[in-house]
């Protein structure tokens, strides 16, 4: 497969999209699986390359041992079309967050995989929808960036409340929140988790909820 780079100008902060090895990758846990994708977080050894520009010298360095999101397609009928269709989806409607840092390939499954900012996914299309439209409509600095967290950044889980098919407990997230300005997060936040179970549309009763 090649991967074209077509660029008429390079600003500050680019990223280059690139074949990245499989064995780059460390730490691999799936976070989630919908369907024919499945999810994982990771940590890239030697991380994208951004195109920097600090006044005296400018060109691609790397952003080593970067958190990334592996967006796994697996048992597709047509994989290479599959996957340049949802990469494509990345210079759309997820242009604003959500970064796509190049194309990777299982070598075990031989499963394509999308390598992107680990930001979201949940894995399910409808989730992932909605979160990205919460993140376009950010319009300050001071905004905290709604995302997908995997349930292990929670410590200290404790119920505090329950009625009906909602139950509230208190936990403290360790990476917390994203803030908006300069990417920066508030680390070990005190949160409370609304927990929603027993229902009949689960992901639209969420949707609804938020």
Known sequence: MQIMQLETKVNCGDILLEWIPYNQFNEIKETGINGSIT??????KNGPLVYKDNGQSRGYSRDSNKEVALKCLHNLQNPVNSLINEAKKYSSKYDKFLVLYGISQNPDTSDYIL???YLILSGNEKIDDFIQEK???INSYNDVVFEWIPYNQFNEI?????NGFITVYSAIWRNGPLHYRKYTRDSNK???LKCLYNLQNPVDSLINEV
């Open 190 to 192: 005190e949160v409370a």
């Open 115 to 117: 390598v992107q900012n």
């Open 135 to 137: 993140q376009l409509i």
């Open 158 to 162: 404790k119920e505090t409340g329950k």
């Open 39 to 44: 999810v994982y977080s990771a940590i890239w």
